[in-house]
């Protein structure tokens, strides 16, 4: 994967020790495609490369966290050679976020639907504004979650709690994500105020014993994500190919409940 890309679908601010990356694609609510993908990806490896920044905040830009991935994406009849390698990437997203040597924490606002949810609980830390929706809403255009969300929401629900979530597909208020297990915290007040109270008690702390603590655990834990990641990408290709997909995809469009047969 060539790592020299460059996008204006992602914003780098620095501020001290904490870097933020802000998804900016506000038309389409930040939905994911391969250049926000990309873009995400080499600014987080190059991130991981700085011995200056401690903290990484992943936000979106404007109404949402992020909405998904993108609807033209699951729209074009790419084959198997074509969508592939997107499913490489996003794995890559995932992998590279979830190891890295830095405290992640995602800020989000609006929704976090699909792959943008699977993109946050990919970070250590998750804030939410208390008028945020969250779902694993996969289900819905008949396809399974991708970005490691198997992974992540077995480890935070446990398996049953977990397959309750994917199979229900529901949006979920912020409070009700709480209490599940699936979010850290809920902005009391406003998300940024919390955000960097947050960030400033964390770095008022010994954080390389704490980035330390991060490393065993994904060191351990990464060949569970990687092989999890594999699973996702070859059973979504064989998701997309199925007529119930192709019935959700056709009754999101025409903003109608799906009729779905099984098969």
Known sequence: MSLNFVTD????????????????????????DIDLIKGLVCNLKEISESDDIDIVVLTGKGRAFSAGGDIKTMLSNMNESDFLPVMDWISELIITLYSMPKI???AVSGAAAGLGFSLALATDYIIVDKTSKLAMNFIGIGLIPDGGAHFFLEKRLGETKAKQVIWDGKAMGAEEALKLGLIQEVAEGELQEALEARCSDWLSRPVQAMIKTKKILAEKNRPQLLKILELEKHAQQKMRE?????EGI????????PNFIGK
């Open 104 to 106: 992640t924490i995602s």
């Open 242 to 246: 199925t007529l119930d997909h192709q």
């Open 250 to 257: 056709k009754a999101f469009i025409e903003k109608r409940k």
């Open 9 to 32: 679908k992602v914003n780098l601010r620095v501020d001290g020790r904490v870097a933020t990356l802000e998804m900016n694609r506000p038309e389409s609510l930040n939905a994911m």
